[in-house]
């Protein structure tokens, strides 16, 4: 099983070393945000979110979400939902940094941007 997880690990890693930006849309009428990232803390690796806009975001909420499939130790997703300051209104593009590493071993995480674009209601038949 340790096996499995390392190679899951290293794969994981590998295949994101150099990670192009998710984009995602938000709409400009909504008051939340939910930011979803695949994790497997079995292995050691956490996500940690490095930067995002301060002025008009608070980070509401995180966990993980674990894989509906009854294994232990399986993979997930870290949710973190982020909520529209009172009075605030989203910007036409928001930028967020998560890091994914083990905390434990230096030089072992990847960074992650996620690009968040406003979309107008109104543009969406």
Do not use: C
């Amino acid at each position: 099983m340790k096996i499995l997880l390392r190679i899951f690990s290293l794969t994981m890693l590998l295949a994101n070393a150099h990670a192009e930006p998710i984009t995602m849309s938000v709409f400009s009428h909504a008051k939340a945000l939910t930011i979803s990232l695949p994790a497997n803390p079995t292995t050691g690796y956490r996500w940690f979110l490095r930067s995002w806009n301060t002025q008009i975001l608070t980070l509401a909420d995180h966990h993980f979400e674990a894989q509906n499939n009854g294994l232990m130790g399986a993979p997930g997703a870290m949710h973190y939902r982020f909520a529209l300051q009172p009075g605030k209104s989203w910007p036409a593009q928001l930028h967020f940094m998560f890091e994914y590493n083990r905390p434990f071993e230096k030089g072992s995480g990847m960074m992650q941007e996620v690009v968040v674009n406003r979309v107008e209601a109104a543009a969406v038949q």
